[in-house]
Nanobody
Framework: QIRLADSGGGSVQIGESLRLSCVAS????????LAWFRQGPRNEREGVAL????????RYIDSVKGRFTISRAKNDNGMFLQMNNLKPEDTNTYYC???????????????WGQGTRVSVSA
C-alpha cells in the first residue's frame, strides 16, 4: 500500500525554524516528483516547493525563496523541508505529495500525506 507520512510541524515564534519530513512507502519505484503544498486563501492547495528524483530539479514559490530548502532523503524515497526565518504568514497545514511531473499543479499529484500543522506566532 502506497503511503506518504508527513511530520515535523509545530508551534514556533517568528524567525524560528522547523524541519518537515515526508516518508514514502509502498512504491515499487522511487517517486519522480515530491512536493510540499499548503492551503491557499480560497482553500485550494498551493504548491510551496518541489524536487525531482536525485534532486535534479528544484522549484520554490517566491514567498519562501531564501528561507525554505527542500531536499530528498538519501534513499530518494522521502524528502525534507527546512523552514528557516518563519513568518506568521507561513502558518498553515503542509502536505507532502508524490507524482510523475515536475509541477506545482496539485491536480498532477496522485498521492498525498495527511498534513502537518505549522503555526508561527509573534
Amino acid at each position: 500500500q502506497i503511503r506518504l507520512a508527513d511530520s515535523g510541524g509545530g508551534s514556533v515564534q517568528i524567525g524560528e525554524s522547523l524541519r518537515l519530513s515526508c516518508v514514502a512507502s509502498g512504491f515499487t519505484y522511487r517517486p519522480y516528483a515530491l512536493a510540499w503544498f499548503r492551503q491557499g486563501p480560497r482553500n485550494e492547495r498551493e504548491g510551496v516547493a518541489l524536487i525531482t528524483a536525485g534532486g535534479r530539479y528544484i522549484r520554490y514559490i517566491d514567498s519562501v525563496k531564501g528561507r525554505f530548502t527542500i531536499s530528498r532523503a538519501k534513499n530518494d524515497n522521502g524528502m525534507f523541508l527546512q523552514m528557516n526565518n518563519l513568518k506568521p504568514e507561513d502558518t498553515n497545514t503542509y502536505y507532502c505529495a508524490a507524482g510523475g511531473e515536475a509541477t506545482l499543479d496539485p491536480s498532477k499529484y496522485r498521492w498525498w500525506g495527511q498534513g502537518t500543522r505549522v503555526s508561527v506566532s509573534a
